[in-house]
């Protein structure tokens, strides 16, 4: 079995505020591409690395990761992405060779997964599963509401049971054919925001494994600060 891993960098961060689009925003020091693309290389099971750059950015993103060697086993191929993170998606998963049966869809914004939780990941495809993804119970009580214009405020239209929910992280791990037929049976609008979504609306069965807390999206710019953080404790 070879598995892959496909890494979406073409998003631009605003959430982050202004500047570098996110993906090139260093923590300490280093690009979060680059930790990101480090966790992946990081697990052996991983022999192919595909990062999907921004549309105009390839040739830059290509050069900064030449930078940074990654273990011998470790290929390396960077392609440009799309608007949305399906097209990106999509464009790492035509990147793939018929080698690869395994693939991982990590997001770069989500640089310090540890090694252990990549493994379990894959560990699972390979066991069988279709579709896995990384995931932790919710701290937060979660309101679904009725969006209104900016500013009234919004009622609440129900309460989950918290103890049902998880948030999920990545990187998802897919079984790679399951994983293609799920993106080119998608119906245009009609986007998820996770792979894992466009599986279950396949109907083929997806499951949790344990997330870690370290896992976490760097989206906004709290997170860039316990990111640093995460980071200076694990060099200490
Ligand atoms: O915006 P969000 O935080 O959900 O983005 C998740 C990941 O998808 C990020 O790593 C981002 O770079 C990537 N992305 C992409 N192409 C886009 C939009 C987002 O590769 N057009």
């Not at 999907?52 to 960077?78: K, Q």
Request: aromatic fraction near 0%; proline fraction near 10%.
């Amino acid at each position: 079995v070879r598995t892959a891993a496909v890494i979406p960098a073409a998003g631009r961060g605003v959430r982050l505020g202004p500047g570098t689009p996110k993906a090139l925003r260093t923590l300490g020091g280093t690009p979060m591409l680059v930790h990101a693309v480090r966790a992946m290389a990081a697990s052996r099971a991983v022999s192919l690395i595909v990062v999907v750059a921004p549309p105009d950015g390839a040739a830059e993103v290509s050069r900064l990761l030449h930078e940074h060697p990654l273990p011998e086993r470790t290929e390396l191929e960077v392609v440009p992405g799309g608007e949305t993170r399906q097209e990106s998606v999509q464009l790492g998963l035509a990147a793939l060779p018929d080698t690869i049966d395994v693939v991982l869809v990590h997001d770069a914004a989500r640089p310090l997964v540890p090694v252990d939780t990549v493994d379990a990941v894959v560990a699972a495809v390979r066991a069988g599963a279709p579709a896995v993804v990384p995931a932790l119970p919710l701290a937060d009580t979660v309101k679904q509401v009725d969006p209104q214009p900016q500013g009234s405020p919004e009622p609440v239209v129900g309460t989950p049971e918290r103890a049902l929910l998880r948030a999920v992280q990545t990187p998802q791990g897919f079984d790679l054919a399951t994983l293609r037929k799920a993106h080119d049976t998608v119906v245009e609008g009609e986007g998820a925001t996770d792979d894992a979504g466009l599986v279950e609306r396949l109907g083929s069965p997806v499951v949790v494994v344990p997330g870690h807390e370290e896992a976490f999206k760097v989206t906004r710019p709290l997170d860039l600060v316990l990111a640093e953080a995460v980071l200076a404790r694990r060099r200490a």
